[in-house]
T-cell receptor
Framework: QQQVKQSPQSLIVQKGGIPIINCAYE??????FPWYQQFPGKGPALLIA?????SEKKEGRFTISFNKSAKQFSLHIMDSQPGDSATYFC???????????FGKGTSLLVTP | DVKVTQSSRYLVKRTGEKVFLECVQD?????MFWYRQDPGLGLRLIYF???????EKGDIPEGYSVSREKKERFSLILESASTNQTSMYLC????????????FGPGTRLTVT
Protein backbone atom coordinates (compact mmCIF):
# COMPACT_ATOMS: atom_id res chain seq x y z
CA GLN A 1 0.00 0.00 0.00
CA GLN A 2 1.52 3.24 -1.21
CA GLN A 3 1.74 5.59 1.76
CA VAL A 4 2.85 8.55 -0.35
CA LYS A 5 1.03 9.31 -3.60
CA GLN A 6 2.90 11.34 -6.21
CA SER A 7 1.72 13.03 -9.39
CA PRO A 8 2.17 13.48 -12.25
CA GLN A 9 4.06 10.42 -13.45
CA SER A 10 5.82 12.47 -16.11
CA LEU A 11 6.17 16.12 -16.97
CA ILE A 12 7.57 18.08 -19.89
CA VAL A 13 8.27 21.80 -19.59
CA GLN A 14 10.21 24.32 -21.60
CA LYS A 15 13.36 25.91 -20.27
CA GLY A 16 12.43 28.69 -17.85
CA GLY A 17 9.10 27.09 -16.94
CA ILE A 18 8.06 26.11 -13.41
CA PRO A 19 7.34 22.40 -13.11
CA ILE A 20 5.26 21.45 -10.07
CA ILE A 21 5.21 17.95 -8.60
CA ASN A 22 2.62 17.07 -6.01
CA CYS A 23 2.55 14.51 -3.21
CA ALA A 24 -0.06 13.48 -0.68
CA TYR A 25 0.12 11.30 2.41
CA GLU A 26 -2.29 9.83 4.94
CA UNK A 27 -0.16 8.94 7.95
CA UNK A 28 -0.21 11.89 10.36
CA UNK A 29 2.78 10.41 12.18
CA UNK A 30 5.02 11.45 9.29
CA UNK A 31 7.10 14.47 10.23
CA UNK A 32 9.94 14.59 7.73
CA PHE A 33 9.37 15.14 4.01
CA PRO A 34 12.39 15.03 1.69
CA TRP A 35 12.63 15.23 -2.08
CA TYR A 36 15.20 13.21 -3.98
CA GLN A 37 16.57 13.76 -7.47
CA GLN A 38 17.83 10.86 -9.56
CA PHE A 39 19.78 11.01 -12.80
CA PRO A 40 20.03 7.94 -15.06
CA GLY A 41 22.58 5.44 -13.80
CA LYS A 42 22.87 7.12 -10.41
CA GLY A 43 21.33 6.60 -7.01
CA PRO A 44 18.86 9.20 -5.72
CA ALA A 45 20.36 12.26 -4.04
CA LEU A 46 18.70 14.44 -1.41
CA LEU A 47 17.50 17.69 -2.96
CA ILE A 48 15.57 19.47 -0.24
CA ALA A 49 13.54 18.51 2.82
CA UNK A 50 10.91 20.07 5.06
CA UNK A 51 9.40 19.52 8.48
CA UNK A 52 5.64 20.10 9.04
CA UNK A 53 6.18 23.10 11.29
CA UNK A 54 6.91 25.31 8.26
CA SER A 55 4.77 25.92 5.17
CA GLU A 56 7.53 26.65 2.70
CA LYS A 57 11.24 26.08 2.25
CA LYS A 58 13.47 27.39 -0.51
CA GLU A 59 16.91 26.26 -1.56
CA GLY A 60 18.15 27.96 -4.67
CA ARG A 61 15.64 27.35 -7.46
CA PHE A 62 13.87 24.57 -5.56
CA THR A 63 10.91 25.27 -3.26
CA ILE A 64 8.82 22.92 -1.15
CA SER A 65 5.30 24.02 -0.25
CA PHE A 66 3.68 22.15 2.62
CA ASN A 67 0.00 22.06 3.57
CA LYS A 68 -0.35 20.19 6.83
CA SER A 69 -4.14 20.31 7.01
CA ALA A 70 -4.50 18.88 3.52
CA LYS A 71 -1.62 16.44 4.05
CA GLN A 72 -0.03 17.54 0.82
CA PHE A 73 3.33 18.88 -0.23
CA SER A 74 4.77 19.93 -3.55
CA LEU A 75 8.06 20.72 -5.26
CA HIS A 76 8.41 23.77 -7.49
CA ILE A 77 11.45 24.27 -9.70
CA MET A 78 11.92 27.92 -10.65
CA ASP A 79 13.52 28.86 -13.96
CA SER A 80 13.92 25.21 -14.89
CA GLN A 81 16.93 24.20 -16.96
CA PRO A 82 17.63 21.19 -19.22
CA GLY A 83 20.07 20.00 -16.53
CA ASP A 84 17.10 19.59 -14.17
CA SER A 85 15.82 16.75 -16.36
CA ALA A 86 15.72 13.80 -13.96
CA THR A 87 13.37 11.67 -11.94
CA TYR A 88 12.09 13.25 -8.74
CA PHE A 89 10.82 11.33 -5.75
CA CYS A 90 8.96 12.67 -2.77
CA UNK A 91 9.17 10.75 0.48
CA UNK A 92 8.02 10.80 4.07
CA UNK A 93 9.17 9.30 7.32
CA UNK A 94 8.29 9.40 10.97
CA UNK A 95 11.68 10.81 11.85
CA UNK A 96 14.63 12.14 9.91
CA UNK A 97 17.19 9.43 9.39
CA UNK A 98 14.58 6.69 9.60
CA UNK A 99 13.12 4.53 6.87
CA UNK A 100 11.51 6.49 4.05
CA UNK A 101 8.23 5.88 2.26
CA PHE A 102 8.72 6.97 -1.33
CA GLY A 103 6.28 8.15 -3.97
CA LYS A 104 6.42 6.43 -7.35
CA GLY A 105 8.46 9.19 -8.93
CA THR A 106 8.02 11.86 -11.60
CA SER A 107 10.09 11.88 -14.74
CA LEU A 108 10.82 15.50 -15.64
CA LEU A 109 12.05 16.61 -19.04
CA VAL A 110 13.03 20.24 -19.53
CA THR A 111 13.33 21.07 -23.21
CA PRO A 112 15.76 23.75 -24.49
CA ASP B 1 31.98 13.27 1.02
CA VAL B 2 29.89 10.35 2.16
CA LYS B 3 30.43 7.38 0.00
CA VAL B 4 28.15 4.39 -0.30
CA THR B 5 29.52 1.66 -2.51
CA GLN B 6 27.81 -1.43 -3.81
CA SER B 7 29.74 -4.52 -4.80
CA SER B 8 28.45 -4.80 -8.36
CA ARG B 9 26.80 -2.47 -10.88
CA TYR B 10 25.40 -5.32 -12.95
CA LEU B 11 24.74 -8.91 -11.98
CA VAL B 12 23.18 -11.81 -13.86
CA LYS B 13 22.12 -14.88 -11.90
CA ARG B 14 20.10 -18.00 -12.60
CA THR B 15 16.83 -18.93 -10.93
CA GLY B 16 17.44 -20.74 -7.66
CA GLU B 17 20.90 -19.33 -7.05
CA LYS B 18 21.80 -17.71 -3.75
CA VAL B 19 22.74 -14.09 -4.37
CA PHE B 20 24.70 -11.73 -2.15
CA LEU B 21 24.58 -7.96 -2.64
CA GLU B 22 27.10 -6.04 -0.58
CA CYS B 23 26.96 -2.43 0.55
CA VAL B 24 29.65 -0.47 2.36
CA GLN B 25 29.50 3.08 3.71
CA ASP B 26 32.48 5.06 4.94
CA UNK B 27 30.92 7.68 7.23
CA UNK B 28 30.13 5.74 10.37
CA UNK B 29 26.38 5.95 9.77
CA UNK B 30 24.15 4.09 12.19
CA UNK B 31 21.34 3.41 9.72
CA MET B 32 21.50 1.36 6.56
CA PHE B 33 18.73 0.46 4.13
CA TRP B 34 18.03 -1.75 1.16
CA TYR B 35 15.47 -0.70 -1.46
CA ARG B 36 14.46 -2.08 -4.80
CA GLN B 37 13.48 0.25 -7.62
CA ASP B 38 11.13 -0.81 -10.37
CA PRO B 39 9.64 1.34 -13.16
CA GLY B 40 6.34 2.84 -12.12
CA LEU B 41 6.66 1.57 -8.55
CA GLY B 42 9.30 3.92 -7.16
CA LEU B 43 11.56 2.75 -4.36
CA ARG B 44 10.30 0.10 -2.00
CA LEU B 45 11.98 -0.71 1.29
CA ILE B 46 13.14 -4.30 1.71
CA TYR B 47 15.04 -4.25 5.01
CA PHE B 48 16.79 -1.75 7.22
CA UNK B 49 19.15 -1.74 10.16
CA UNK B 50 19.73 0.79 12.91
CA UNK B 51 22.70 -0.91 14.46
CA UNK B 52 25.11 -3.79 14.10
CA UNK B 53 23.42 -7.19 14.22
CA UNK B 54 19.95 -5.73 14.23
CA UNK B 55 17.50 -5.66 11.34
CA GLU B 56 13.91 -4.77 10.66
CA LYS B 57 11.62 -5.75 7.84
CA GLY B 58 10.51 -3.14 5.39
CA ASP B 59 7.52 -3.26 3.07
CA ILE B 60 8.61 -6.17 0.86
CA PRO B 61 10.95 -8.52 2.80
CA GLU B 62 9.66 -11.80 1.33
CA GLY B 63 12.40 -13.74 -0.41
CA TYR B 64 15.17 -11.64 1.10
CA SER B 65 17.33 -11.63 4.20
CA VAL B 66 20.04 -9.30 5.44
CA SER B 67 23.18 -9.36 7.50
CA ARG B 68 24.96 -6.58 9.38
CA GLU B 69 28.01 -7.92 11.16
CA LYS B 70 29.94 -4.63 11.00
CA LYS B 71 28.67 -1.07 11.22
CA GLU B 72 29.90 -0.12 7.75
CA ARG B 73 28.61 -3.15 5.88
CA PHE B 74 25.03 -4.25 5.12
CA SER B 75 24.42 -7.29 2.95
CA LEU B 76 21.24 -8.26 1.13
CA ILE B 77 20.76 -11.97 0.47
CA LEU B 78 18.40 -13.55 -2.01
CA GLU B 79 18.12 -17.08 -0.66
CA SER B 80 16.80 -18.57 -3.91
CA ALA B 81 16.66 -16.04 -6.70
CA SER B 82 13.52 -15.84 -8.79
CA THR B 83 12.75 -13.96 -11.99
CA ASN B 84 10.44 -11.56 -10.15
CA GLN B 85 13.48 -10.37 -8.20
CA THR B 86 14.97 -8.89 -11.35
CA SER B 87 15.31 -5.25 -10.37
CA MET B 88 17.57 -2.35 -9.46
CA TYR B 89 18.74 -2.67 -5.86
CA LEU B 90 19.75 0.46 -3.99
CA CYS B 91 21.57 0.66 -0.68
CA UNK B 92 21.43 3.78 1.48
CA UNK B 93 22.81 4.97 4.79
CA UNK B 94 22.08 7.84 7.16
CA UNK B 95 22.91 9.32 10.49
CA UNK B 96 20.21 8.96 13.09
CA UNK B 97 20.10 12.49 14.34
CA UNK B 98 21.40 14.81 11.65
CA UNK B 99 19.11 16.22 9.01
CA UNK B 100 21.18 15.15 6.01
CA UNK B 101 18.83 12.58 4.60
CA UNK B 102 19.83 9.23 3.25
CA UNK B 103 22.87 8.75 1.04
CA PHE B 104 22.39 6.25 -1.76
CA GLY B 105 24.82 4.02 -3.56
CA PRO B 106 24.82 3.78 -7.37
CA GLY B 107 22.68 0.65 -7.40
CA THR B 108 23.05 -2.94 -8.60
CA ARG B 109 21.03 -3.97 -11.62
CA LEU B 110 20.23 -7.63 -10.97
CA THR B 111 18.85 -9.86 -13.71
CA VAL B 112 17.60 -13.31 -12.79
CA THR B 113 17.20 -15.63 -15.75
Amino acid sequence: QQQVKQSPQSLIVQKGGIPIINCAYENTAFDYFPWYQQFPGKGPALLIAIRPDVSEKKEGRFTISFNKSAKQFSLHIMDSQPGDSATYFCAASKRKGYALNFGKGTSLLVTP
Amino acid sequence: DVKVTQSSRYLVKRTGEKVFLECVQDMDHENMFWYRQDPGLGLRLIYFSYDVKMKEKGDIPEGYSVSREKKERFSLILESASTNQTSMYLCASSLLVRDEGQYFGPGTRLTVT
